[in-house]
Every structure is written in structure tokens, then in C-alpha cells.
């Protein structure tokens, strides 16, 4: 079926597990051919991911570290962008040099659209954040300390509610973020066409391979917690 546009629209296939695990195996192979680009690329992302849980904790919000840390893995599609186009330019064989890799990036304007949607959703999952706070531990809800938050949130209804409620909300709000995404940032990167149609593609292809897309989501979320794990067990 054409596209409003009248360009032809994506054809979306079928994947199944070993799909996703020969996906996996590619990306590990590509790190290994450029280990540096990808120790950088991830080093600034977890620093800035650190960065904005210092900083909450600076402004006395330390109690905001888990739901802020939870919500910056939201903008982490963006994030790999540069780590697609550099996979890209390997498989085809093209030179890997980051001068050409962010004049390609600047070159497609349906990317910095991409970007609002995930800071977007970011936002989104901050503000039901502080909405619940407000609902279930009390309009205003403020804690000195992670203890003395964990403390409320493991030892009393409203903060089992609360954590249940959040907890919830964000699997939710990941799940969406992750459908519109999973393949729409290496689609804008391959064929000329809008961040919408782009989004909608990525639909198609989790709601036409579920199980193997779940499967990734999922991967995706353990190895982002235990990646977490080591400053989170001394924070």
C-alpha cells in the first residue's frame, strides 16, 4: 500500500528468536571491530545518566535518583543513534570517520523529530512520577535522603502502592516508547522517509513479530539494571 506521500511504505517481515540473537551477535562483533567508539558513546551516556542523578541529589531530591534513572534509559534509542549509523557505514563498507557520521545525522532533520518524541516521553514519565508522589504519599511528599524514601515506599501501603502504580506506569510508557523506536532510528538512517511514517513502521514490526520483539525489550531492560547496579549499590 502507497503512502500519502506516494512513496512506498516499508515492508515490514516476520523475525523470530534466532533473529534477534543474530542481531545481538552483529552489534557485539561491530564493538569488537570499533571498541573505542563504543566505549565513548556509552561512557557519555552513563555519565550524563550519572550526571542528573548527582544533581538531584544536589538540589535535595535525592528520592527523585530511581524514577530519574528509570526515565533517562527512555532517551537511550537517541542515544544510540550514532552507534546505528556507525554499524551502517560498517556493513557497507564505508569509512568510519565521526566528522562524516555527525554531518549524516545533521543531514536528517526527521531524527531531531525522533528526539522530541523520546525527550518527550522522558517528560511525560517525570511528571506522573511527581502526580503519583502527590496522590499516594502526600501532595508534598519530600525526603532527606534515598533511605529515608526507600524506607516509605517498602514499609507502608501508600508507598507499596506507589511503587507498584510506578513501576506499572513506566513499563508502560517503555513499552511505547520501545515500539515506536526499535526501528524507526535505523529506518530514518536507511530510506528518505518522515519520523511518522517511520514510527508506524516500527508498530508494525513488534505487533507483526511480538514475541521476538518482547524478547529484545527484555534483554534490553536486564542489561540496562545490571549495568546500573554498581553505582546505584554505593549511591
Known amino acids: 500500500m502507497a503512502s500519502v506521500s506516494g512513496k512506498q511504505d516499508p515492508v515490514v517481515l516476520r523475525i523470530g528468536a534466532a533473529d534477534v540473537i543474530d542481531a545481538l551477535g552483529k552489534g557485539l562483533r561491530d564493538f569488537q571491530a570499533m571498541p573505542l567508539y563504543g566505549l565513548a558513546i556509552g561512557g557519555f551516556y552513563a555519565t550524563g545518566g550519572i550526571a542528573i542523578v548527582l544533581c538531584a541529589t544536589f538540589f535535595g531530591m535525592s528520592y527523585l535518583a530511581y524514577p530519574l534513572a528509570a526515565g533517562f534509559a527512555l532517551v537511550a ?105 526499535v526501528v524507526s532510528f535505523p529506518l530514518l538512517l536507511e530510506r528518505d522517509v518522515d519520523f511518522v511514517t517511520a514510527m508506524i513502521t516500527s508498530i508494525r514490526a513488534v505487533a507483526t513479530s511480538p514475541a521476538p520483539m518482547i524478547g529484545w525489550a527484555a534483554v534490553i531492560v536486564v542489561l540496562l539494571i545490571v549495568s546500573a547496579m554498581p553505582f546505584f549499590s554505593v549511591f
Open 77 to 181: 534509542p537517541f542515544a544510540a543513534i550514532l552507534l546505528y549509523e556507525m554499524s551502517r557505514r560498517r556493513e557497507a563498507g564505508a569509512p568510519i570517520k565521526l566528522g562524516d557520521i555527525i554531518k549524516t545525522l545533521r543531514g536528517r532533520s526527521e531524527i531531531g523529530w525522533m528526539a522530541f518524541v523520546t525527550l518527550f516521553i522522558f517528560i511525560m514519565w517525570m511528571y506522573q512520577v511527581r502526580l503519583l508522589m502527590a496522590i499516594l504519599l502526600g501532595l508534598n511528599a519530600s525526603f532527606s535522603s534515598v533511605r529515608e524514601f526507600l524506607n516509605v515506599v517498602l514499609t507502608t501501603n501508600e508507598g507499596l502502592l506507589f511503587l507498584a502504580a510506578g513501576n506499572i506506569d513506566g513499563a508502560v510508557l517503555s513499552l511505547i516508547l520501545f515500539s515506536l523506536t
